[in-house]
C-alpha cells in the first residue's frame, strides 16, 4: 500500500510536468504554423462607399398624400432586408411602418393638431438615436453604435434574443423572430441574409447599401418625403432642410437624442 | 490470498473491449471526402486564399470579414496578390459555391462539424444555376 501510493504520485507528478511541459511546444507549433488569417491581405472601403459623421433623416409630412406612398417605402425595405410578412400580431417583424401623428408623438399632440397631420399617417423606424437606449441594454454588444457614422446596428450573429433592447427602446424599432422567418418571405432578396429564430432586428439604415454609395432603399422610392444625409456636414441637404423648417423628433424628453426628424 | 489471475484476466478483456473501435475499424478508414466544385468554381480557377490555407482557415477569414463588413463597414478584401473581392459569404464565397450539399456538408460532415451558417446566409443556387 505504501509503496503503491508513492508511485502513484510520482507518476502523477511526472505526468503533470509532461502536461506542463507540452504547453509551450503547442503554442511554438501553433505560431510555426501561422495559424491566423493571410496578413499580407488587407481590407479597404468600396471606392464609391457614402461616408457621413452622423447619418440623419429628414421626414417631410407636407408632402405626404396619401398611405400608398408610405407602404411603398415599407415594401422596399422589407423586400431589400428579407423582412417576413407574419399575419399574427405579435409576430410581425417591421423595420419601417406607418403610425398616427399621436403615437408617434404622444407628449406633442394637442387638442387641435392641424387636419393634415391629423389625418396622415407617418413613417416610423429606428431613430439611430445619439445616445441609445438599446445599446446600454445590449450584453453582448450585438447592438452597437458606430462611432464612424452614429448608426446603431445589429450583429445578428451575436445576438442572443435576450430581448433586453426592446425592453430599452422607446419607439419600440425593435422586432423579434418567435418563429422561423423563412417561410414567411415571399420573395428573397439573395444577396442578403435572413434572420433565424430566436434573433432581434430593426432598420440599420441600410448600413449595406451606403457601403456600396447606394441611398436608403426607403429613400429612393419615397418621392422626395424622405431626405437622408449627414447631419454634422453643415452643407448637406437634410441640413439645409433643418435650417429652413420647423422639425420635431420622437420623445425628445427622454434624452435619446433620435436622428430621424419630422418637418411639420 | 492472491488475486493476480483475476485482476489480469479482467484488465485484459478491458483493454480489448475499450480498443475494441480500433480493431473492428482497422484498414476501413472512412474515405476522405471529395467536393465538387461548380462550373463557375471552376472557371474561376483560385479561390480568395490559396486552396490549402482556404481549407483550414476559412472559418477565421470569414470571422475576420463578418467583423470587418460589420464593425467598420469596409466591404473589399484585397488578397496577398493584390486581388480585390467583396468580403460577403452570401455574395461571394456562395456565389461559386453555391452546391451546398456537395461542397460545403461533405467536408463538415467528416469532419462531424455543424456550422449553421445557412439558417441565415442563403444557400444559393442564384437564378440560372
Ligand atoms: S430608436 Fe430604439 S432601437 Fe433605434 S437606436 Fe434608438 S433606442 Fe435603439
Ligand atoms: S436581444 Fe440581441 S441585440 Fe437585443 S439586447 Fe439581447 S443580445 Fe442584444
Ligand atoms: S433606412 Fe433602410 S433599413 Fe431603415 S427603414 Fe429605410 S430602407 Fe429600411
Known amino acids: 500500500m505504501e509503496r503503491s501510493r508513492r508511485e502513484f504520485l510520482k507518476i502523477a507528478g511526472v505526468s503533470a510536468a509532461i502536461g506542463l511541459g507540452t504547453g509551450p511546444v503547442i503554442e511554438a507549433v501553433a505560431a510555426a504554423t501561422g495559424h491566423q488569417a493571410a496578413p499580407e491581405a488587407q481590407v479597404a472601403h468600396h471606392p464609391e462607399a457614402l461616408k457621413a459623421t452622423r447619418w440623419g433623416m429628414v421626414v417631410d409630412t407636407r408632402k405626404i398624400e396619401s398611405a400608398e406612398q408610405i407602404e411603398r417605402m415599407v415594401e422596399a425595405c422589407h423586400k431589400e432586408h428579407n423582412v417576413p410578412m407574419l399575419e399574427e400580431a405579435r409576430h410581425q417583424i417591421k423595420w419601417i411602418w406607418e403610425t398616427h401623428f399621436h403615437n408617434a408623438f404622444p407628449s406633442q399632440s394637442t387638442d387641435r393638431i392641424s387636419e393634415h397631420l391629423e389625418h396622415t399617417l407617418l413613417p416610423v423606424m429606428c431613430n439611430h438615436c445619439e445616445n441609445p437606449p438599446c445599446v446600454r441594454a445590449c450584453p453582448t454588444k450585438a447592438t452597437f453604435k458606430r462611432e464612424s457614422d452614429g448608426i446603431v446596428m445589429m450583429d445578428f450573429h451575436r445576438c442572443i434574443g435576450c430581448r433586453f433592447c426592446m425592453a430599452a427602446c422607446p419607439y419600440g424599432s425593435r422586432s423579434f423572430n418567435f418563429r422561423d422567418p423563412r417561410p414567411f418571405i415571399a420573395e428573397t432578396n439573395k444577396a442578403y441574409p435572413t434572420r433565424m429564430k430566436g434573433v432581434v432586428e430593426k432598420c440599420n439604415f441600410c448600413v449595406e447599401r451606403l457601403a456600396v454609395g447606394k441611398l436608403p432603399a426607403c429613400v429612393e422610392v419615397s418621392e422626395g418625403i424622405l431626405t437622408f444625409g449627414d447631419l454634422n456636414d453643415p452643407d448637406s441637404e437634410v441640413s439645409q432642410l433643418l435650417k429652413e423648417n420647423y422639425a420635431i423628433r420622437r420623445k425628445t424628453n427622454l434624452g435619446t437624442g433620435p436622428s430621424v426628424y419630422y418637418i411639420v | ?129
Open chain 2, 1 to 129: 490470498m492472491n488475486d493476480k489471475g483475476k485482476i489480469v484476466t479482467g484488465l485484459v478483456i478491458f483493454a480489448a473491449l475499450v480498443t475494441f473501435p480500433f480493431w473492428y475499424n482497422l484498414g476501413k478508414a472512412a474515405p476522405p471526402p471529395e467536393v465538387v466544385l461548380t462550373e463557375k468554381a471552376k472557371a474561376a480557377g483560385e479561390c480568395v486564399m490559396p486552396k490549402e490555407e482556404i481549407r483550414t482557415e476559412h472559418m477565421q477569414l470569414l470571422d475576420v470579414w463578418r467583423d470587418t463588413q460589420v464593425r467598420d463597414g469596409q466591404t473589399v478584401y484585397i488578397n496577398a496578390k493584390g486581388k480585390a473581392y467583396t468580403m460577403s459569404l452570401s455574395n461571394t464565397c456562395l456565389d461559386c459555391h453555391s452546391n451546398y450539399k456537395d461542397f460545403c456538408d461533405r467536408c463538415h460532415a467528416y469532419a462531424s462539424t455543424d456550422p449553421y451558417c445557412w439558417d441565415c446566409h442563403i444557400d444559393n443556387p442564384k437564378e440560372g444555376e
